[in-house]
C-alpha cells in the first residue's frame, strides 16, 4: 500500500523565500533510495504568526519509508537541517498516511 | 501550477470502517472536471481520542480547484454529505497547498 510521509513547517512571516531556497539547494540523496516514488514542497496559507509549508514524500509502503528514516542517506540529507530553526515556529510536525482509496 | 487540496477528518474511533465504506461507495463526479487529476483518501495515526483521515485531490491549477466548488458537480458530490457527521469530531478541516517544487 503507498505512503505519503508529510512534515509541516511554520515559517515565520517574511522567512517564505529563505525557506523555499534551503529545499531547492537541498540535496536529497533520495532518488536511489528503495520504495521512494517522488518528493514535493508544498505551501499553504498564511495567517497573523506564519505560513504553512509542507513536505510531501510519496513511497510504495510504511515499510520503505520507515527503512529510509533508518539509513545513511537519511543522516545525510538531514546533515545541518537544525540550523535553519529561526525560520520557523516550534517544531516540524510529522504525519505518515497510507493510501487507502 | 499544480494544486492540492486536502480536507482532514477526525474519524471517532471504532467509526474508521464505515467512514471509509461512505468513501468507497462515493460518487465523485471528478472525471469530467476540467483540471482534476487524481483523488485518494488517506488514512493517518489514531490517538486515544480518534482517526486522523484525509481526502487528497490533486489539480492543475487552484483556479481549477474553486471552479469545481462552485460548480454543479460539487453541488452533486456533496449532497447528503451532512449526514455522516457522526462518524466525526468536530469539522472537516481544509487545507490548500500550490505544489512549488
Not at 18 to 23: K, S
Request: charged share 35%; no cysteine.
Amino acid at each position: 500500500m503507498k505512503y505519503i510521509a508529510m512534515n509541516r513547517f511554520k515559517i515565520i512571516l517574511g522567512k517564505e523565500e529563505e525557506f523555499e531556497q534551503v529545499w531547492r539547494t537541498r540535496e536529497t540523496y533520495l532518488d536511489e533510495v528503495k520504495g521512494f516514488k517522488e518528493f514535493h514542497l508544498l505551501k499553504g496559507e498564511s495567517n497573523e504568526e506564519y505560513t504553512l509549508y509542507s513536505s510531501h514524500s510519496v513511497w510504495d509502503s510504511k515499510d520503505d519509508f520507515i527503512s529510509w528514516t533508518k539509513s545513511e542517506s537519511f543522516k545525510k540529507a538531514h546533515r545541518g537541517a537544525g540550523k535553519n530553526k529561526p525560520l520557523y515556529i516550534g517544531r516540524p510536525m510529522f504525519e505518515g498516511f497510507d493510501v487507502i482509496l
